[in-house]
């Protein structure tokens, strides 16, 4: 009976906690369904379908699952990293046979062992579940002299790196975080002979958070109480900003040009940086790669292109200028407040903070090359590598068979043919020029009209592409009309290596037109910002 009693007390706690469990487990259900969806066997709850009337004969499979559960997914999506990376790394210098590699490459650099793999905020990516460069290298076949690499990778935690919060720079900090090169053994040191050195330099980055204009500037004036003054800081000199090269990498690249049979520098960013430093001069080396943010997979494409088993055929969706200070978007860009404005931070205090937007459409390689046509600039001296522009393992002859107007459309014809000795890929580049009256519409001298990349070519095989993109794209901005103008006249049309280097060019005439609706949903245009538009002319007017 003491038993029986003892079960029939026991029981009820036992029930009370299974009842607790179940009702925990329905509202975590209910709170991360879609994830159960995704991931559970079977699928998750069955889908309800209701079809709403006049629907009955729509398309609503817009979405369909190609993979059962979280295992196949994955994989499918690293494939597909290393894919987009293997078509997007850009070979921006190659000089004296430096790739790609057949010997013994030596890994340099924090950013070797310390990779940027993806950016802030919604770019984060986890770096244990990511291919690094050794591996990647390794799994190209490569034999890799990993000593310095190993160096870096058991000391980089001790030299900090930058910290870029978003929307928090008080607690950001901007270093570049590079290990000094008299910091590695004389005997790794030594390791760089008759070798290939990979040299990696990073930058980081991402929404929400700014690089810092003045590194100097920056750390005397307090604004970050996370960047203080160390051994780095050190060597910053007047006016450096964070996309230069810092002295400790300057010393990497002199170290690997007096040690190595050949530099290679991998440029691991989520930006742009001054590099005309390595093109020319004290610290030019013999080749340049551009890798972007790595993802997960990333590497292994890299590894494929340094030993050759991937031609590059990316090309730069920037222009990279030598020097940042000059571009018209470096004067107005900043920490700006309006101080007297209130209650529109909740967060942050009074005041709202600001930029000018006073360069227009004359951003990018749209400044360069109008600044170019018009004498305000040596583009040679000002651009380090155009927008558009990438090498090759192979070469390729582009001839632009013709141009015409097909209904809404210009459409040019274009044969590639590789007449190297490697298979490869290349970019056909459309861009179009409108006629410009001065003192008429604002109008950069070059736009990018489309684009196109040819399959994988053979030694001596050809193909021919069709590049379109509709007459309209040509007009321009009218804002006492609100609507996009077409001006009458004479419209060259050109094939080009980059956005500078013409390889071809017709003219086609067009008449005046006048676009004053959307060409996707045919709304009317108008301008959204007539009312700020006349008080800061009027503002500007009294001053």
Known sequence: MANGKGRSKVLPVILAILAIAVVAANIAAVMFDSTLDKYAPGGGNPATITIAPGSEN???????????GRVMATKAAEEMVAEVEGEG??????????????GTVTLMGRYSADPIYGGAGSGT?????????????????????????????ANYANYPKANIVMDSPQTSAYYAGEIPWSAYPADAQAS?????????????????GDLSQDLLGTLNSGASENFTANAETANYVEGQHQLE????????????????????????????????????????????????????????????????QINPSGRTTDLWAADFTKDPTFNNFGSFRYTDVSGYYTQQGDGAYFVEYEEGIYYGYRYYETAAAEG??????????????????????????????????????????????????????????????????????????????TKL??????????????????????????????????????????????VAEETIALGAEVYDTDSATGTPTSNKFDEPTAYLQAITNIF
């Open 58 to 68: 729509w398309d609503a499979d817009y979405y369909t699952s190609e993979y059962r």
């Open 457 to 502: 070519l053979e030694p001596g095989e050809s193909q021919t592409l069709e590049i379109s993109f509709p007459v309209r794209n040509m007009a321009s901005w009218d804002s006492s009309k609100g609507a996009y103008v077409q001006d009458a006249g004479d419209y060259v049309i050109s094939l080009r290596l980059n956005s500078h280097d013409v």
């Open 192 to 208: 760089l002979a008759g070798t290939t050195a990979v040299v990696v330099i990073g930058r980081g980055g991402g929404e929400g």
């Open 376 to 453: 305000f600039i040596n583009y040679d001296e000002a651009v380090v590598f155009p927008f558009g522009y990438g090498l090759s393992y192979t070469t390729f002859e582009e001839t632009l068979d013709s141009v015409k107007v097909d209904g809404d459309n210009v459409v040019a014809t274009v044969t590639v043919t590789n007449t190297g000795a490697v298979a490869g890929k290349d970019v056909v580049e459309i861009y179009y020029s409108a006629p410009y009256t001065k003192g008429g519409l604002e109008k950069s001298a070059v736009v990018l009209g489309n684009f196109d990349k």
């Open 245 to 308: 090269l810092t002295q400790e990498e300057k010393d990497l690249i002199a170290a690997a040009k007096a040690g190595a049979d050949h530099v290679v520098v991998v440029l691991n960013l989520s930006t742009t940086m001054e590099v005309g430093i390595l093109t020319s001069g004290e610290y030019e080396v013999d080749a340049i790669l551009h890798v972007g943010s790595l993802g997960a997979t990333g590497a292994t494409a890299v590894g494929q292109v340094i030993a050759g």
């Open 89 to 102: 790394i850009v070979l921006m210098k190659n000089d004296n046979g430096a790739l790609p590699v057949s």
């Open 125 to 153: 990516v986890d770096p244990a579940s990511c291919i690094d460069f050794l591996a990647g290298l390794q799994n190209a076949g490569l034999t890799v002299n990993d000593s310095l690499y190993q160096f870096a990778l």
